[in-house]
């Protein structure tokens, strides 16, 4: 059995005397793990950070084995966010995310295309991004059969106006309906909706509560997993840039 594709470093463990095991997001291949020789090493210590994108080949006598893994660099994500705190925090949450939540050996092209989109534009800065690294882990929602209906209000039909979610149902609902209960509801940020407001600090914080809610009771609670501490990490980072929030921790 082998198999050649691009790939997204999603995580590594050392294994052994100088190895690794690393899991990997491809887009035929799903989540897959390999064990990458000397990849606890100096010389490998850059190919294997969470984040960057390689071109990864792996063998195995049989398929279901944890097979041999090698690759090769293609582009240095984890390096070039090292100097930005916002976006490593992102490219970590991510990770972390795809990790726990995605079955191994289960193709989900659409979330391994739009997190290798979302990580090529990373470079250009984490505020350029964070909208669509919201909508991500809404589409990671939906690939795992959780999916928010944002395309009309649950009460009353309406498609413009919508302002909040059901913490219930994942459902919308407008700002009439929601007007009586919306202490008890998601807000729902304009990106989300139209994709106005993509660089509002206080829209990617209440676009992160709304998929944290779903990813904490479905994604990792309906598996009894806790959320991975990355994204609570990057939830204290947008949380900081809203007016009247602590700074986070260098």
Not at 98 to 126: N, W
């Amino acid at each position: 059995m082998e198999w050649q594709a691009p790939a997204i470093v999603l995580d590594v463990r050392p294994h052994g005397e100088g190895a690794a095991v690393v899991s990997l997001l491809t887009e035929e291949h799903g989540r897959h793990a390999g064990l990458a020789k000397g990849g606890a090493s100096r010389a490998q210590a850059g190919l294997w950070l969470p984040g960057n994108l390689i071109e990864a080949r792996w063998i195995a006598r049989l398929p279901d084995q944890l097979g041999a893994l090698s690759g090769e660099m293609v582009h240095p994500a984890a390096a070039l966010a090292m100097e930005d705190p916002l976006a490593l925090a992102l490219l970590s949450s991510a990770c972390a995310i795809a990790a726990d939540a995605l079955p191994e050996r289960e193709p989900h092209p659409r979330a391994f295309q739009a997190l290798v989109s979302l990580i090529g534009h990373l470079a250009g800065g984490a505020e350029g991004v964070m909208a669509d690294y919201v909508r991500w882990e809404a589409l990671v929602l939906a690939e795992l059969g959780y999916g928010l209906d944002l395309a009309a209000c649950a009460v009353t039909g309406v498609t413009e106006g919508l302002t909040h979610v059901s913490p219930r149902t994942g459902r919308a609902v407008s700002a009439g309906a929601a007007a009586p209960y919306a202490g008890r509801l998601l807000a729902l940020p304009t990106f989300m909706r139209d994709g106005s407001g993509a660089g509002d600090p206080a829209g990617w914080d209440a676009g992160l509560r709304l998929t944290g809610h779903f990813l904490a009771r479905d994604a990792f609670g309906a598996r009894h997993r806790p959320v991975p501490e990355a994204r609570f990490r990057l939830v204290d980072r947008i949380a900081a840039l809203v007016p009247g929030t602590a700074a986070p921790p260098p």
